[in-house]
């Protein structure tokens, strides 16, 4: 866990609201960020998303891009920060509803989740190796839509790695 970093975010707007807490969009080093700020009830949850996001050969492209996570508080309260890539696009499922696709559009998003699915399914041995991970909150809310136009698979505060 990074222990710097959200002092260095300015924090713009607010995108989304969950069970577990709030999504912004925020500024880092000049850059758009997403910032899960969690509710202190549910630090469990971003305890293990951030562990499952710290897994080693975790990145691919069709998984959110994590950046840091970090605690800021002062004596009276406490924010825990999940930072990771911002995708202007939103979810999977706002998109739909105000985007009309063609066929090969529509075939690059499919695909595209599939394989970030996959990857997370996947276990890869070795010294570096990387335990299959199961989301078991997969929804169209929780894949986010790249400029690119493909998906990323992102909310792992569910997801349990099988060793």
Request: with cysteine; net charge positive.
């Amino acid at each position: 866990v990074q222990r710097t970093i959200a002092k260095q975010i300015q924090m713009v707007r607010q995108v989304g609201k969950g069970r577990y807490g709030e999504v912004w969009m925020g500024k880092w080093r000049g850059e758009k960020v997403a910032v899960k700020v969690f509710f202190t009830t549910e630090e469990a949850s971003w305890f293990r998303e951030t562990e499952i996001y710290q897994t080693v050969l975790m990145r691919h492209e069709n998984i959110l891009g994590f950046i840091a996570a970090d605690i800021k508080g002062t004596g009276s309260w406490t924010q825990l920060y999940l930072i990771t890539d911002y995708h202007e696009n939103g979810s999977l499922y706002d998109f739909l509803k105000c985007t009309t696709l063609d066929n090969r559009a529509l075939l690059k998003l499919a695909y595209s989740a599939a394989c970030g699915l996959c990857h997370l399914h996947t276990e890869i041995y070795g010294t570096q190796g990387k335990p299959a991970i199961a989301h078991r909150d997969l929804k169209s809310k929780n894949i986010l839509i790249k400029k690119n136009g493909t998906c990323c698979i992102a909310d792992l505060g569910l997801a349990v790695k099988f060793n």
